[in-house]
């Protein structure tokens, strides 16, 4: 809670707040945070309504106000959110909400809870196969604030999202002063017009800092403090912030003697696996319009010199290079606000930032927009061109939606099985895979069959890239009844792609005639037919008898002649066979193979900035490892939770087989559309879910320090 400490002679200036909308103040009044959701409750809850196919619960707490959450998800699939917006602990039919599809596989509510301050508004959103939901919201309020005879623009936003606006801190809630009086309030994360509830603003020549803020948000007041120099501006269209050092490598470099030129100010670590991830793209812009006027300033966050010394030889990095070893706290990085890496800024001829976090082709488009500018001597761009720049660098509120796998298996089964009482049938099915990678472990099975017929399931050890493998399955009856019957034939496997591994499940329509006489052939394959040698078997058969009785001169040229024949005929069918599968090979690799990544077979072991990181847990934390037998990048992922356990005993890891407990990975989120996507990491406390083992020990290492410090 913010104090009140002021003395009783100071000036106060006081605003009342109203409720606003986010799209009046910009995208940065949005915030978003993940909502976990349970099977149950502690506490008792009534519910009226239809019976859903999937419930999870929650309790959303605002302004000290307990609101019952429930997820429901009808048979038909429909999702709806239910809110119990009168407390009473009971799920009425009224308070069931409709869901708006977003995107595929994404739905969302907007809803308004009502607070003793007034209506509080939160956008929701749920993505199939989580069990949590995103808050979108922060509820921003603002006013005219009368500081003497000036009038300016200010905001409050609830950016933890728990109904509160008067919390202080790094985490806590915001306030936006609109100090250059241009009617926009850029308090986005390195805004100069962004501020904490404890920290000073100046407005022209005066500082204030807040004195009160009520806990609604309604009403808040601030007084003349000292002198702090106000923040310069960051926002694309403002003028970068000068500075000087010197180099590495000991050359003097000032961002204002590099005026004419295209900079690019990039913020980054050895140890930051997105920032080296995009090294190789940044050498290539550099390669490409170095000699044109593009010139880079490294501004680099590590701690320990020789690491860096020795990342920046091996990698051949060739920029000028600013170091103090002062992590986090590098004066530059201070100067620019920065938070989070990779950061970049990028700044025209005339030192303007014309565009921020750009990555990948974005990068080298927007320095060949720039470079052309810069030949082609133009001051300015249109105000057109600057918004679109704008838009580009701002981050989406929305949390970005995970790809769903994909069925790699072509299934062929007959157009009809024939039975008759008492009979069986011997079932073939047709798998064709057409991706580079195996399915394994296949299970076949019937399922939906009429009363009085049963089937044997069977399973393949896999079907191989690019392969084909046929199935047989018996299908038996015992007094069913004449006439036609429609089953399925379920296949489930699995496969893997790099260091994730997809559980996979499929169907294909299967037609049963149950006649009342046995029928002519008992034995039904599916259409299309292979390569069959028993005729060249034949050919070298009759081969062979001809030279035992013909055994003389024109021995040697009969068999020579044979063989040839038999060899003529095997090559071209080996050749045709090669031609098809090449062909397959192509049409995957073409489409399929930029990207992905070899799974990861040794021993982790955490690096020393892991290591001291960890000491910093002042709570427990408790992660949970999903894997499965058949996953071939599983035991790196178990053997790095333990190596953080080992670190430090505050993390403690229990291992689930989500072969054996598919609810319990369902419950959590690891089952994408249906399928089980391991191995997976959920930290319970947060209950954030990481997949796969790319960069593993780093982003294992965010979610712990984000959960336990």
């Not at 603003?201 to 007041?221: A, H, Q, W």
């Not at 005639?513 to 078997?537: M, N, Y």
């Not at 003529?568 to 098809?580: D, K």
Request: hydrophobic share 40%; with cysteine; charged share 25%.
């Amino acid at each position: 809670m913010l104090p009140l400490f002021m003395a009783a002679s100071a000036q106060q200036y006081t605003a009342e707040l109203s409720p606003v909308s986010p799209e009046e103040l910009g995208d940065w009044a949005s915030v978003s945070a993940p909502f976990r959701l349970y099977p149950s409750l502690e506490h008792p809850l009534k519910r009226e309504g239809p019976e859903p196919a999937l419930s999870l619960f929650g309790v959303l707490t605002l302004s000290g106000k307990a609101f019952p959450l429930m997820l429901a998800v009808l048979p038909d699939g429909e999702p709806y959110l239910v809110a119990d917006m009168n407390r009473d602990w009971i799920l009425s039919q009224d308070e069931w909400h409709k869901a708006l599809p977003l995107a595929q596989g994404a739905w969302g509510w907007q809803l308004e809870f009502p607070l003793d301050s007034g209506p509080y508004t939160m956008a929701m959103v749920w993505q199939e196969g989580k069990a949590y939901l995103f808050l979108i919201g922060g509820a921003p309020r603002a006013a005219v604030l009368k500081l003497g005879d000036k009038e300016v623009k200010v905001a409050l936003l609830d950016a933890n999202l728990n109904g509160y606006y008067d919390d202080e801190g790094y985490e806590g809630d915001v306030l936006a002063v609109d100090v250059d009086g241009d009617g926009v309030l850029h308090a986005e994360r390195d805004g100069h017009e962004r501020f904490r509830l404890e920290e000073a603003f100046t407005v022209g020549k005066r500082s204030y800092k807040l004195s009160s803020v009520s806990p609604d948000g309604s009403r808040l007041t601030v007084v003349p403090t000292a002198y702090v120099p106000p923040k310069p501006p960051l926002y694309v269209g403002a003028k970068a912030i000068d500075f000087s050092f010197v180099s590495t490598d000991a050359k003097k470099i000032s961002l204002k003697d590099l005026r004419g030129k295209v900079v690019l100010l990039d913020f980054w670590a050895s140890w930051c696996g997105p920032c080296v991830r995009e090294l190789p793209n940044v050498k290539e812009v550099y390669r490409r319009f170095h000699d044109r006027g593009f010139e880079i300033i490294g501004i680099n966050l590590d701690l320990d010199k020789e690491q860096f010394e020795n990342f920046i030889q091996e990698y051949g990095i060739t920029w000028p290079q600013y170091f103090d070893g002062l992590g986090w706290d590098n004066k530059i990085a201070k100067l620019y606000r920065v938070t989070a890496i990779p950061a970049t800024y990028l700044l025209d001829d005339q030192g303007i930032i014309r565009a921020k976090n750009v990555r990948g082709e974005k990068l080298a488009q927007e320095v060949e927009k720039l470079i052309a500018e810069l030949e082609e001597k133009k001051a300015a761009v249109s105000e057109a061109s600057r918004e679109e720049d704008q838009k580009a660098s701002l981050p989406s509120n929305l949390p970005s939606l995970v790809q769903v796998p994909k069925e790699i298996l072509v299934v062929s089964v007959p157009e009809g099985a024939s039975l008759f009482p008492g009979g069986e049938v011997r079932l073939e099915v047709g798998l064709k895979n057409g991706s580079q990678y195996p399915a394994e472990d296949v299970e076949l099975t019937v399922t939906d069959l009429p009363q009085g017929v049963e089937a044997e399931g069977t399973s393949l050890k896999e079907v191989p890239a690019f392969g084909e493998r046929a199935a047989s399955m018996v299908l038996r009856s015992s007094g069913v009844q004449p006439g036609e019957y429609t089953a399925k034939v379920k296949i489930r496997y699995h496969y893997c792609i790099g260091d994730s591994c997809f559980q996979m499940s499929q169907e294909a329509p299967l037609r049963i005639v149950v006649s009342e006489k046995a029928p002519a052939q008992a034995v039904v394959k599916p259409k299309g037919k292979g390569f069959e040698p028993w005729w060249l078997l034949l050919v070298l058969g009759v081969g062979l008898i001809l030279v035992w009785f013909l055994r003389g001169s024109g021995l040697l040229v009969l068999f020579l002649g044979i063989g040839l024949l038999a060899g003529a005929f095997l090559y071209l069918g080996a050749v045709r066979g090669q031609v098809s599968q090449a062909r397959q090979v192509a049409s995957v690799l073409c489409t399929s193979c930029v990207g992905i990544e070899e799974a990861v077979h040794v021993e982790p072991s955490l690096s020393e900035e892991t290591v001291e990181a960890l000491k910093e847990l002042v709570r427990p934390v408790h992660l949970e490892v999903y894997h499965a037998e058949w996953c071939h990048s599983c035991p790196y992922a178990m053997a790095m939770a333990r190596e953080f356990s080992r670190a430090n005993p505050m993390i403690q890891v229990e291992f689930i087989n989500a072969s054996t407990d598919p609810s319990r990975a369902e419950g959590v989120g690891i089952v994408r559309s249906g399928h089980l996507v391991v191995p997976a990491i959920r930290c319970r406390e947060t209950g954030e879910v990481i997949t796969g083992i790319h960069d593993l020990e780093a982003r294992l290492l965010q979610m712990v320090l984000e959960a336990g410090r």
